[in-house]
């Protein structure tokens, strides 16, 4: 397209506000089906247990009660999921391994009959010592969550993370990553500054807003409605449950209430849809906040990293170890694990490094994605040692970050993309803004940082437009809407290609039976995958309805080229799409269908598809005397290439730093023995209204760097990641002394802050005064 | 549906779950509504399953998350935690109840104005609440705002674009209330 654009780049509203401003927008949770039956799950009460015997008969002969279906029921069907390691039972087999695991299901006419059977399944166990957290699991001689490995999945993607087939386990390590070049070792020993940082990032959960949901019809054939966000990987999860040919496994994810990572890959839709097979009906099954929970929760992290620096400030090496909590099933850690081991140690230029990552299964609730994907972890070790190393050598933060940085085009990873983004330009307008606008309060401070990531996942999408006989637009995605607005990103783009009103295209997702294949709806690949997916269907729709305009008009195909909403001859005459499909059928009827493929090929062959760049700063305030944390400032930097929805990425980057603030300040499930004590969130206490800071900077920074449409790059994670970090930094420069561990709750701050001796002044300094005299004590070791 | 005197042994007995053991007559978006229904049934049950109105949403089930959130007779409620059988003599308002006609009302256009939604699942008890605030105080400050909606959780927004609608939203009814236009 040449020109200046009509509708990329405008923030046109979202086309689903009248449908979720009503109440009429469809979740899956608001879906029935004709004869539906209901389900309850009966959990785990214990961390670690052989299954002695179950006895339904009590249920069974409760009130309305359709049937209770446990693992013994399910001969026949592959029992278990994964779509990296397939370790992960439908219904605990043979034994449980975390408090809140399935054991049973119970199906009956209502949800409240289901609930009050629960009580009558008498389940017999015996328990095993467990492993509640690293530390046990990896002692000598542990008791073993899997005693066996799993092969991997046919998935070629994954082989990477998988081992080989299925044998004895000798540990609970679930999966390890070294990432490793030049010569660290020898690196440190000749580094003028040699510094070690241990932190630790707390167990999360997403809470997602709509807990996980699903209902599901078995004829020979499977339909399932769910709350996934990659109802294709779900597809074959399911598939491979029943051994059905794909074509007879439909799943569908209507509009999802909030998603962050939490609902990648599969979770109770296994659940429903065995249930329904096993009663003969539609089931459905609704989890409560506990119980999801208690289904997906975010790995913990151990991390330590060392740095060497040379007298100005440049990196010399980094070693970093990390020890991931991944519980008691695999799902997505290993990819989390790999992901926090390339993207632990910044952006910035190492000539030697080495990272040890490991993922250990504990007798704990199965951890799985979480926006950022290992980055959060990750990178709140490196950015915090890298700024206390600044503070050691008395440079500015901002300093030896700008020194250190990978410039654009610059590899950061061995054979990957160049980096497609300039962070110094970034860093400059984040700490400009964060800087310019902040309070001279003395107890308040300043802390920034950077990530990249290796975003997009793996580059296959799909996408069709059908252009109908009136000339409006339906375009097909398989990539699922759970509120980050693709369905505004990829609608326009349409418009954008083809010249018709926004308003008379309309954008349908995320159904395997009936939308295009989509890989998955994660690492921020919608706008740059699916919309060139969308271009490409745009470019092949026009290419036809040349071939059908020059077929009618008698005209040779080389005199007819495409104007907005059609086609124009040499001799200036103009059809419109209507006229064309119109005219070639014969007929008010008929449409065009223009098919959109992407693989690794072309600006797509070199991974990652583009580098996700988060760059985000915070201004705190510390009551001294009560550890509160108030976040006065926060400024962001969204380098996205091009914003084909400019409110949309401000929305996203508000929304990521937000929850990022929830992991710094608030958000941490604890275990008390075998089960939370916070699975609630009473307890465990989210980011509200009033936490909202008082000052927010949300920028763009443009400069059609990426590969996707119009060249934007995708957003949505960036901007948590360096906010743990961020905040931390923060703190410790309002309070004088170094936390090692987020959240930052009052309690911590309020310790933090009682350490540092009386006849010390209150540190004063903003982010950097220039001295080291007054250095923050980090009470690590160097 | 008068049939209580289930339990044989004499003990005073209970519905059994599901026995449409008690009746109601309330309003529900200006509609008349005379139900029987069993004493357990919570108002969002009642609401969502027996009227088919699902657009309110239940997440945290304990009456902190806001999402639940419907008026009855003005006051907002969790609905999660609120029996249907208390609506009784009551007029209940929901967020299908906001728009008048087919057209969203201003507290409504000011979300979409403000992007003050993503996935959507908070923003009925967004808009109940607000609505609430709104009838009680016309022109709240930002800091009426943040303490009136604290108990209503997003995970998405980060807050901030719902703040501006709520303000918006009393800003253009003060524009019609002087004439201006909105």
Not at chain 1, 219 to 232: K, N
Not at chain 1, 529 to 548: F, N
């Amino acid at each position: 397209m040449s020109g200046t654009r009509e509708t990329a780049g405008r923030s046109v509203q979202r086309p689903d506000f009248m449908a979720k401003l009503t109440g009429a927008a469809q979740y899956t949770v608001d879906i029935g089906m004709p004869g539906m039956a209901h389900a309850k799950i009966l959990r785990s009460d214990r961390a670690h247990a052989r299954i002695v015997s179950i006895d339904r008969t009590a249920a069974l002969d409760a009130p309305g009660v359709v049937g209770v279906i446990t693992a013994a029921d399910l001969g026949g069907l592959f029992p278990r999921f994964g779509h990296i390691v397939p370790d992960h039972s439908i219904l605990a087999e043979e034994k449980v391994r975390y408090y809140g695991e399935p054991v049973a299901i119970v199906v009956a006419q209502s949800a409240w009959a289901a609930a009050d059977a629960l009580e009558l399944v008498r389940v017999t166990y015996a328990d095993l010592p467990d492993v509640l957290d690293v530390a046990a699991a990896l002692a000598p001689h542990a008791p073993l969550v899997h005693e066996h490995t799993y092969g991997g999945t046919a998935d070629e993607s994954f082989r990477v993370l998988t081992g080989a087939e299925q044998e004895r386990a000798s540990s609970n390590l679930a999966h390890e990553v070294v990432l490793e070049w030049g010569d660290p070792d020898a690196a440190l020993a000749g580094a003028a500054t040699v510094h070690t940082t241990s932190v630790t990032f707390p167990m999360l959960y997403a809470y997602a807003m709509e807990p996980y949901n699903a209902v599901a019809s078995y004829t020979g054939d499977l339909h399932v409605i769910s709350t996934a966000q990659h109802p294709f990987m779900v597809r074959d999860d399911l598939a491979r449950v029943f051994g059905l040919p794909l074509s007879k496994v439909r799943v569908t994810s209507p509009f999802v209430g909030g998603g962050y990572g939490s609902k990648s890959y599969t979770k109770v839709e296994p659940l429903a849809a065995i249930a329904s097979w096993a009663v003969g009906r539609p089931v459905k099954l609704v989890l409560d906040v506990e119980e999801s929970i208690y289904t997906t929760r975010v790995d913990s992290a151990e991390v330590t990293m060392t740095t060497g620096v040379d007298s100005s400030g440049r990196i010399l090496a980094r070693v970093a170890d990390m020890v991931m909590d991944s519980g008691a099933y695999a799902d997505n850690s290993p990819l989390v694990l790999a992901k926090a081991v390339n993207r632990c140690f910044g952006p910035y230029r190492v000539p030697n490094l080495r990272v040890r990552g490991r993922s250990v299964y504990t007798n704990t609730s199965p951890a799985s994605s979480y926006r950022g994907f290992g980055a959060p972890q990750g990178n709140l070790a490196g950015e915090t040692n890298l700024d206390q190393i600044a503070e050691r050598i008395g440079m500015d933060p901002k300093e030896i970050r700008l020194r250190n940085v990978v410039g654009p085009g610059e590899e950061l990873l061995p054979g990957k993309r160049g980096l497609d983004a300039d962070l110094a330009a970034d860093l400059e307008m984040l700490v400009d803004s964060l800087r310019g606008a902040r309070s001279e309060d003395p107890h308040t401070g300043i802390g920034f940082g950077m990530s990249v990531s290796d975003a997009g996942a793996f580059p296959v999408s799909t996408a069709q437009v059908r252009v109908h006989v009136d000339g409006s637009v339906t375009a097909l995605s398989g990539s699922t809407e759970m509120g980050q607005g693709s369905r505004s990103v990829l609608g326009q783009i349409v418009a954008e290609e083809l010249g018709v009103e926004h308003s008379r295209v309309t954008v349908l997702q995320s159904d395997t039976g009936t939308t295009p294949y989509e890989r998955t709806t994660g690492a921020s690949r919608t706008t740059v995958l699916v919309g060139l997916a969308i271009q490409r269907a745009c470019a092949d729709a026009r290419a036809k309805l040349r071939e059908m305009a020059a077929e009618l008009l008698g005209t040779p195909i080389e005199a007819i080229t495409d104007v907005a909403g059609g086609v124009r001859t040499d001799e200036g005459k103009e059809l419109g799409f209507a006229d064309i499909v119109r005219g070639w059928f014969g007929s008010n009827a008929g449409e065009v269908t223009g098919v959109g493929l992407v693989r690794r090929d072309g600006v797509t062959q070199k991974m990652p598809p583009f580098w996700e760049v988060g760059v985000s700063g915070v201004e705190v305030r510390v009551d001294v005397e009560t550890g509160v944390v108030d976040v006065e400032q926060l400024v962001t930097v969204a380098d996205v290439g091009f914003a084909i929805n400019p409110a949309a990425v401000e929305a996203q980057d508000l929304g990521a730093a937000t929850q990022g603030l929830g992991a710094a300040l608030f958000e941490e499930l604890v275990y008390d023995g075998a089960q939370l004590a916070n699975a609630n969130v009473v307890d465990y206490r989210v980011p509200r209204m009033s936490d909202v800071p008082r000052r927010i900077d949300l920028m763009l920074a443009e400069r059609g760097d990426g590969i996707g449409p119009y060249g934007a790059k995708g957003s949505g994670e960036g901007a948590l990641n360096p906010i743990g970090a961020a905040t931390l930094a923060a703190v410790a420069r309002a309070v004088g002394r170094w936390p090692d561990r987020l959240p930052l709750t009052p309690e911590r701050v309020w310790r933090l802050s009682c350490e540092v001796a009386p006849s010390q002044p209150a540190h004063t300094a903003p982010d950097y005064d220039g001295s080291t005299a007054d250095a923050i004590s980090d009470g690590t070791q160097t | 549906m008068t049939s209580t005197d289930t339990a044989a042994d004499g003990v005073a007995s209970f519905p059994a779950a599901g026995e449409r053991a008690c009746t109601i007559q309330t309003t529900v978006n200006g509609v008349r509504v005379e139900r029987a229904l069993d004493p357990r049934m919570t108002l969002v049950e009642f609401l969502r399953e027996d009227l088919e109105l699902t657009g309110t949403k239940v997440s945290c089930g304990l009456q902190v998350c806001g999402v639940c959130t419907v008026l009855v007779d003005d006051q907002p409620v969790s609905s999660c935690t609120y029996l249907a059988a208390d609506v009784d003599g009551r007029a209940v308002r929901t967020v299908e109840g906001l728009a008048r006609e087919g057209a969203l009302n201003g507290l409504q256009r000011s979300f979409a104005e403000e992007f003050a939604l993503q996935c959507g699942f908070c923003t009925p008890g967004f808009l109940m609440m607000a609505t609430a605030l709104l009838e009680r105080d016309p022109d709240p400050t930002e800091e009426t705002i943040r303490e009136y909606l604290d108990g209503n959780f997003c995970r998405c927004t980060g807050y901030q674009p719902i703040v501006a609608a709520v303000r918006r939203a009393a800003a253009r009814k003060a524009g019609e209330a002087g004439g201006e236009p909105s």
